[in-house]
């Protein structure tokens, strides 16, 4: 968990841009950190309204970016996170998550913001999530390569 060379790139307004968030209810306090840094990023790139979709959990994230990517979205920014146990579930759980969600961008030729901390322990989940005394905001960043994705797609449609 470095950070280390992370672009810095000021934000561009993204308000013509239609951007869902689906966010998983495991870990509440690690999500809230995550969602709040969303709202941070949205704010920051003047996204004025985003829909906000809750799942159960990071495995059912693919599923409902999928069919908010069909309705048209230019943005899906996905959260969750999934903290390493004693059993294989760890791994099976974020494979489909990345595979589901990389479907997802790529099917629907949508932006999709990879907001899913798959981490070791609780403290660097907590570290990750955008918290007071977080070395990093993960969900800001998401939020923030999810958009400046979408405005590139979108200029690449224009040609």
């Known amino acids: 968990m470095s950070g280390h060379g992370a672009p810095t790139t000021d934000p561009v307004d993204c308000g013509d841009l239609r951007v869902a968030v689906v966010a998983a209810s495991w870990h509440t306090e690690v999500m809230d950190g995550l969602l709040a840094g969303t709202q941070r990023a949205l704010a920051d790139f003047s996204v004025p309204h985003a829909e ?39 791994d099976f759980v974020c494979n489909a998550a990345t595979d589901g969600l990389t479907r997802v961008a790529l099917d629907h030729t949508v932006a999709v913001g990879f907001g899913v901390l798959t981490c070791d322990t609780d403290e660097q989940a907590f570290d990750r999530a955008g918290l007071d005394g977080s070395k990093e905001d993960k969900g800001y960043e998401a939020t923030s390569a999810a958009l400046l994705t979408a405005r590139t797609l979108k200029a690449v449609r224009r040609g």
């Open 52 to 90: 906000i979709v809750r799942v159960p959990g990071t495995f059912e994230l693919p599923v409902v970016a999928s069919a908010l990517a069909a309705t048209g979205y230019d943005a899906v920014v996905a959260l969750g996170v999934v903290v390493r146990g004693g059993t294989p579930h760890f």
